[in-house]
């Protein structure tokens, strides 16, 4: 009897889950598990050194578990020096070296790696990613026929699909969204003390001295590094969050604190999106701390919202729309990424808050990166793609499925209105609401003109001036030109032509 010819089994950095498809259609006995540090995923963009060292001390990690469950497991480190430096390349290596028939692979969350796999001289078999609720098939169904992709509609869905918050045919509460309890501005204190803090151990510690031998330049703090790098590691900071952060995360999910980088927010994001912690059952340890009684419903529907909802309709829209989506450039904005989104000094607390929170942490919350950096950097005009490329090098939880989409449609309005209907751009009266950062700032958030005017305020109406042919019929924006259109010709010339000076200096590399 021919023993058939072992089949290799694709694992990614990001796909850190036992019951992932590709390993759930292996055989155990016959097949090689390939897991590879590579260099081309670790410098396709300059990643935080953070997101680096979670992602290689997590990989580890599950290579050994895989192990110890019996798998064959061929792994290539980063300082390998036999590796080829890419995941093709490390799998075309370890066919030959064990004599495969193929690949089975799970679907990567990147069109570059789908088209990588696809194009390999060995068949690869791309299996669907089972780890998320909705198919494409089935995003693809609910968006046929439809004028206009709302998040909302989708979410509904997928409440009646998990049966999550729900009584019978109807929302718990009597509604589906408690978004209106959800927007409370920054509070006095934060009662919340944070992330749990795991101390590396022998074989963290590992991969941070080759992290900081390799990318010790990449713009990010490793120091201190604190990431949970397991799965029990990770279940431990969600029960720990469920316990102290949840009860007050709808509350204060948009508040921004300075001081206070974490507020009530759960920080899984990093370990959801690796594969560490399961989305299904998160938000189901969710909803049990709501029936508990130890949540409110405006938090756990608030966070349930977030995955089932935003997380599954953002990466519907990644595929529905194909490999050239982050190139999209609706509005032709073109301005280069200036250095203040690398650390170099401003006079901007929230922006030089947000930045410098990056820098430590490789995390900011949702508001701070819509209304902070992708406010600023769509009222000043910054090309789209440059934008893409910054938040996903800068942030743990970014992988391209998830972050092209908040980016270039949410954040940058770069799709031309598929993921929102109007561009979320604001004054600095918003970030005023919503936190203490203008508190300490040396530009007055009160002042609409002159030399410690907001650069937010002159920034959006020199946004909504140069793209009035494209919003001034709107619906949610006929007001606002309107207002514009009531003030004094003298006015609003003053305030484009401060808007053009202010752009000026942040072009020439002048601190702004």
């Known amino acids: ?41 670790a410098g396709y963009v300059p990643h935080h050194p953070k997101k680096i060292a979670f992602c290689l001390a997590a990989m580890r990690k599950f290579a050994a578990v895989l192990r110890a469950e019996g798998w064959r497991v061929a792994y290539t480190r980063l300082d390998d020096p036999e590796t080829t430096g890419s995941i093709a390349g490390e799998l075309i290596r370890r066919a030959a070296e064990h004599g495969a028939s193929g690949v089975i692979a799970t679907e990567p969350g990147e069109w570059r790696l789908i088209d990588a796999l696809g194009a390999l001289p060995i068949p690869v078999h791309q299996l669907s ?3 998320f609720i909705a198919s494409h098939a089935e995003f ?57 803090r795991f101390e590396p ?7 941070l001295a080759l992290v900081v031998g390799r990318f010790g330049n990449n713009f990010g703090d490793l120091a201190p590094f604190w990431f949970a790098t397991d799965a029990a590691q990770a279940l431990a900071q969600l029960e720990h969050w469920l316990r102290h952060g949840l009860p007050l995360f ?45 949540a409110p419903l405006n938090a756990a529907e608030g966070f349930i919202r977030q995955i089932i909802g935003w997380r599954e309709y953002v990466r519907g829209i990644y595929f529905l729309e194909g490999p050239d989506y982050v190139r999209r450039n609706a509005l032709g904005q073109t301005r280069a990424l200036p250095a203040l989104f690398w650390g170099a000094p401003t006079r901007m607390a929230c922006v030089g808050d947000t930045v410098a929170q990056t820098r430590a942490h490789a995390y900011a919350h949702h508001i701070q990166r819509l209304m902070v950096t992708g406010n600023f950097a769509l009222l000043a005009g910054i090309d789209p793609f440059a934008v893409h490329e910054w938040y996903l090098a ?11 989409p908040n980016v270039i449609g949410m954040s940058q309005f770069a799709d031309g209105g598929i993921i ?19 508190k300490g700032c040396a530009y007055k958030v009160k002042d609409k003109t002159g030399p410690e005017a907001c650069p937010f305020n002159l920034l959006y109406w020199h946004f909504l001036d140069r793209h009035r042919d494209r919003f ?17 010709a003298e006015k609003r010339a003053l305030i484009l032509r401060e808007a053009g000076d202010w752009l000026a200096r942040l072009d020439a590399g002048a601190r702004v």
């Not at 021919?2 to 889950?17: E, F, K, M, N």
């Not at 001034?472 to 004094?488: C, E, K």
């Open 1 to 41: 009897m021919v023993t058939p010819a072992p089949r290799l089994v694709l694992v990614l950095g990001d796909q850190l889950t036992p019951g992932l498809s590709a390993l759930a259609r292996a055989d155990r006995a016959r097949d090689v598990v390939v897991m590879a540090e590579v260099a081309e995923e």
């Open 129 to 131: 990613d089972t780890r």
């Open 140 to 196: 693809a169904a609910w968006a046929e026929g439809r004028k206009q992709l709302r998040m909302e509609y989708f979410y509904r869905e997928m409440r009646r699909k998990t049966g999550l918050l729900m009584e019978g045919d109807q929302p718990a509460g009597g509604q589906w969204n408690f978004d209106h309890d959800n927007r409370k501005p920054a509070p006095g204190a934060v009662r919340f003390a944070g992330p749990l």
């Open 201 to 207: 151990d022998a074989q963290v510690a590992e991969v």
């Open 250 to 294: 709808g509350d204060y999910q948009d508040a921004m604190v300075r001081d206070a980088p974490f507020m009530y927010h759960s920080l899984i994001s990093f370990y959801i999106n690796a594969g560490l912690l399961d989305p299904l059952a998160v938000c189901r340890a969710v909803e049990a701390e709501w029936k508990a009684g130890r």
């Open 394 to 404: 800068v942030y743990a939880d970014a992988y391209e499925w998830v972050e092209a």
């Open 420 to 438: 929102a209907s109007k561009p979320y751009v604001s004054s600095g009266n918003y970030i005023d609401r919503m936190s203490d950062y203008c």
């Open 472 to 488: 001034a019929a709107n619906p949610r924006m006929g007001q606002i030109y309107a207002t514009w259109d009531r003030m004094a």
